[in-house]
């Protein structure tokens, strides 16, 4: 079954990509980038959804890093959904390997599509 991790600090947010990918992924999630990165090398997503902005000693952009730098997760997709919208966070997270750029507030059946893209 294809693994799914969502990171977001706002429980609304995994719950509302969660209710949208339905059941027919194995979905995790994470409230932090330290917890996202822990279950990543655990369960070896398919695709991580991630919010920049978390509270901890992380961010999102740092834990693209930290995923795109770990041997083990070189074929784990990394989607950003994030509410900076500037042109320059989305170059650099596309620059730190980021799949996808999606900006606050965003369209969940664009997302999941763009989720079945990368996993087709």
Request: with cysteine.
């Amino acid at each position: 079954m294809t693994k799914i991790l969502i990171v977001d600090d706002h429980p609304d947010i995994r719950q509302l990509i969660r209710l949208t990918l339905g059941n027919q992924y194995e979905i995790h999630e994470a409230s932090d980038a330290t917890s996202a990165l822990r279950l990543a090398r655990e369960h070896r997503p398919h695709v991580v959804v991630m919010d920049i902005m978390m509270p901890g000693e992380m961010d999102g952009l740092q834990a693209l890093q930290a995923i795109r730098s770990d041997a083990a997760l070189t074929e784990t997709k990394v989607i950003m959904v994030t509410a900076r919208a500037s042109a320059n966070d989305q170059a650099t997270a596309l620059e730190y390997g980021a799949h996808g750029y999606f900006c606050k507030p965003f369209s969940p059946v664009q997302l999941v599509n763009s989720i079945k893209g990368l996993i087709a």
